[in-house]
Every structure is written in C-alpha cells, then in structure tokens.
C-alpha cells in the first residue's frame, strides 16, 4: 500500500513539475503509437471493407487467419521484425534497428490484425444493409468501399481505439526492436520494465499511472472530436 501511494504522489509530482525525461518519454510513447496507428488504420480498414464487399476462392481462409493473428504473440513478432532488420537481414542495409522507426513497424504488424478484424465485424453488417441499394446503383468496387468506410466511420473508430490500446501497452516486440535506449528508444511500457526490473517500484508505479492517463486521455479526446455518442449522432 505504501508503494501505490509513494506511486501516485511521485507521479503527481512528475506531472507537476513536467519533469524533462517523463515529457521525452511521454511524448515519444504517443509519437510512435499514433505513428503506428495511422499506418495500421490506412491499411487495416480499407482492408477490411474489401473484405465486406468483394467475394473471392480463399475469402473465408483469409478471415479465419485475420482472426487467427489478433492472437499473434507480440515478443514473436519483435524477433520476426529484429531478424530482417538486423545487419545479416534483408534490411539491414536501411540502419533501422533499435530506432523508433523500427518500433513502428513492430507496431503496425500486431495491430493491423486487430484493426481489420474488428472492422470488418462491423462493416460486414453495414454490408448487408446497403447491398441492395449499392448494387442497384452501378457502382464500383471502389465507390462501395468508400461507401461502408464513411457511413461505417464511428464503428471504425471503435476498431482503431482497440489498435491504440493495444500499441500503447506493447512491451515485448518494442524492447526486442527499440532496445530501450535512454533518449532515443524508451517510452513509457519499456520504461516501466526497467525500472521495476531495478527494484524502483515507486517511480515505475508513477509511470503506469501517466501511461494509463495518456490512454484514456487519447480515448477520451478522439471520441470528443468525432461526437461519439453525441445526441442524435451515433
């Protein structure tokens, strides 16, 4: 009990203060998470419309393994991530190992399962009620894509926050790849690693209780913006 309070009166202070490492770690915690969530959404939504629309030999196959991959194990994925970034890898060349970018990339490959999955849950009902009336109409692949992706766009924001949720508290592949490097690579989850690894448990408590208040705070704003569950809206 004594360490959950000395927690949270040293986070407290943390906030107070803007200490200068917890602003550098913050920060980069949330530039690399939106960084991979942006890049996951771009690719995990479209994805995931086409897969509401088109119908085609190995579509089911194609679902059951996006399925199957929002259980992919993210210390995995950071070795997968770490081997072809490595200097005996494919991309060793690029010098991205133990960078942000590198974090990203790890990132991006857990969540877009995640994102896609849950999006098409959603966009898969949309589907069945605009069939009939898209298809009356003649249009593209394309126009229907963009049909489901803008009507279906609050549902979708569901999805992205569980990609965002997801990337903020990944631990494993972001060590493996980051490597945890003070004023470069380490954000808020692996910070937290270490110093509880050191026995701080204290400060490492006070980190949880940011990274948990960055989180909702994120959560909390985006569905502000899009008047989530505003009057008459959703």
């Given at each position: ?37 942006l890049i996951a959404s771009a ?61 990203i990339i790890a990132q991006v490959?857990?969540?877009v399962p995640l994102i896609a ?118």
């Open positions: 009990m004594s360490d959950l309070w000395s927690g949270l009166t040293q986070a407290f202070w943390l906030l107070v203060t803007l200490d200068a490492d917890l602003v550098e770690i913050s920060l980069r915690s949330l530039r690399v998470t939106l960084t991979a969530l690719i995990a939504l479209p994805f995931a419309a086409f897969l509401s629309v088109r119908r085609f030999r190995l579509r089911r196959i194609t679902i059951a393994v996006l399925n199957a991959l929002m259980g992919l194990p993210p210390v995995v994925v950071g070795l997968v991530v770490y081997v072809f970034l490595s200097r005996s890898g494919p991309f060793g060349v690029f010098g991205l190992l133990f960078t942000p970018t590198a974090m490959i857990i969540i999955s849950i999006a098409h849950q959603s966009l898969r009902e949309l589907w069945g009620d605009y069939h009939d009336l898209l298809i009356s109409m003649n249009t593209t692949q394309f126009q229907r894509i963009q049909a489901l992706l803008w009507d279906g766009r609050r549902a979708l924001l569901t999805a992205a926050l569980a990609g965002f949720g997801r990337a903020i508290g990944e631990v494993g592949a972001i060590m493996i790849v980051g490597g945890n490097i003070d004023h470069a690579t380490r954000v808020l989850t692996t910070a937290i690693a270490l110093e509880t690894g050191k026995g701080e448990f204290a400060l490492a408590l006070a980190l949880g209780f940011i990274l948990i208040a960055l989180a909702v705070t994120v959560n909390l704003l985006i569905h502000r913006l899009s008047h989530t569950e505003s009057e008459g809206r959703w």
